[in-house]
């Protein structure tokens, strides 16, 4: 079993549809959740970045991570064209006997039409 | 700001040749840290430097070297490259201090090896 598991898609979406990516993940000592979002040729953004469980909104992106379950979103409203990209998560256990390395799922690629 | 800058963005090699890349972080960043991302294993970690120190490595093979200068610029070396090193090569950079370590990426080498 991979650490992260992250369903690559591709989903595809109409514009303004709300969209949900997730990820799961096998390490307990993760403690720092990142969503990145990568378009084609580019390095990965960060777009959330969360500490431990709960929520977080950005405009039009919110995180939850559910540390109970190892379970952790992103979900997208009103989707735009311009959101079309791939969407990773990335964790890792930071602390002074943890390494700084982030742990990547695959990516979900993401298509919005309009 | 500038971002990470990465060079050099394109490259091909063949069999057996070796290669350095080069990355240089958001000013005030300390730690360097890459990763190879490839379609089939997705983001891998493969070193992080601190300080001119290697602070964490992935597992990768002993071809895959690195340092780092005390500007924190950083250079990565592959050494007898093969086939299955053509890969996106990034680099990303954080300020290293483990209060909070969200890293930034480079738009990363693209490495063709033939």
């Known amino acids: 079993q991979k650490e992260v598991e992250q369903d690559p898609g591709p989903l595809s979406v109409p514009e303004g549809a709300i969209v949900s990516l997730n990820c799961t993940y096998s390490?307990?000592?993760?403690?720092?959740f990142m969503w990145y979002r990568q378009y084609s040729r580019k390095g990965p953004e960060l777009l959330m970045y969360?500490?431990?469980?709960g929520n977080k909104e950005d405009g039009r992106f919110t995180a939850q991570v559910d540390k109970s379950s190892k379970y952790i979103s992103l979900f997208i409203r009103d989707s735009q064209p311009s959101d079309s990209a791939t969407y990773l998560c990335?964790?890792?256990?930071?602390?002074?006997?943890?390494?700084?390395?982030?742990?990547f799922g695959k990516g979900t690629t993401l298509s919005v039409s309009s | 700001k500038a971002g990470v800058t990465q060079t050099p963005r394109y490259l091909i090699k063949t069999r057996g040749q070796q290669v350095t890349l080069s990355c240089s972080p958001i000013?005030?960043?300390?730690?360097v840290s890459w990763y190879q991302q490839t379609p089939g294993q997705g983001l891998q970690f493969l070193f992080e430097?601190?300080?001119?120190?290697?602070?964490n490595k992935g597992n990768f093979p002993g071809r895959f070297s690195g340092r780092q200068f005390s500007n924190s610029r950083s250079e990565m070396n592959v050494s007898t490259l093969e086939l299955g090193d053509s890969a996106l090569y990034l680099c990303?950079?954080?300020?290293?201090?483990?209060?909070?370590?969200?890293?930034?990426f480079g738009p990363g080498t693209r490495l063709l090896v033939l």
């Open positions: 390490n307990s000592a993760f403690q720092y």
């Open positions: 990303a950079s954080s300020l290293g201090d483990r209060s909070q370590e969200t890293q930034y």
């Open positions: 430097y601190f300080s001119e120190t290697q602070r």
């Open positions: 969360t500490y431990s469980s």
């Open positions: 990335a964790m890792s256990a930071w602390g002074n006997q943890a390494g700084t390395a982030l742990i």
């Open positions: 000013s005030g960043h300390r730690s």
